[in-house]
Structure formats: C-alpha cells, structure tokens
C-alpha cells in the first residue's frame, strides 16, 4: 500500500495565533554571578536582586499572580517585614531552661543550685 504524496504546499515556520513566547509571559530567574544575587527579569526590566532563589520564585510567583505589577512587591516587602519584626522580638526574650527536682519533682531553673522546697543539691547535666 503506497502513502499518499507529501503536499508540496505544506505551511512553513511559525504557526500564526496567540501564542506567546514563555519568557516574556513569565518571565525568569537568572543568577548574577558578580553579585552573587537571584535577578527576577521579564524582558528588560529587572524586579530587584535576591539573595535566595526561593526568594526570587516567590517574587517572581508573585508578580506573575498580580500581571506583572510592582506595587504588589511593596505589600509583600511590608508583610515581610512585619514577619522579621515578629522573629526579632521572639528572639529577644529571655528563654528560662525549666527542669525538675530529683527528689520531690518541683520545678527548678536552671541557674538553681538547690531545690527551694526539699533542699536537695542540684547537678547540672
């Protein structure tokens, strides 16, 4: 059985529509190597430098999401910063080490060389 012949008419190179080239649609993450920082670029504009590439995607996801407006980034940066302040003052409190007393079972600080209740000597561990 003989194949049909090949149109010589075929259509050639791109096909016509709407179809987009992926990285003007959404954009990419490139590394600067003299920085040493994660570039989120579309086209040619950049959207800040990053020292993370989770970093990056999340902006990158960001801007995708709100089509490719900065103003979005400021929210972020603010909620971002809100989040930093939160972590700073956790980190600032005295964190107190509890532990127990061998003998009757009270709580006992970690400074504590005697049990207040029993009176028993504490070792530390």
Do not use: S
Request: charged share 35%; hydrophobic share 30%; aromatic share 8%.
């Amino acid at each position: 059985m003989a194949l049909p012949p090949f149109p010589e008419n075929r259509p050639r190179g791109q096909i016509k529509g709407m179809k987009f080239n992926k990285k003007e649609r959404e954009g990419e993450i490139i590394f600067d190597h003299k920085e040493h920082k994660f570039c989120v670029k579309r086209g040619e504009e950049h959207y800040g430098k990053y020292d993370t590439i989770v970093e990056a995607y999340f902006v990158k996801k960001t801007l995708m999401e709100h089509e490719w407006d900065k103003a979005c980034l400021i929210q972020n940066r603010r909620i971002k910063e809100d989040i930093f302040l939160n972590q700073k003052v956790k980190a600032t409190r005295p964190q107190i080490h509890i532990k127990y007393c061998p003998q009757c079972g009270n709580k006992v600080k970690k400074e504590d060389k005697i049990c207040k209740i029993c009176g028993i000597k504490l070792h530390e561990n």
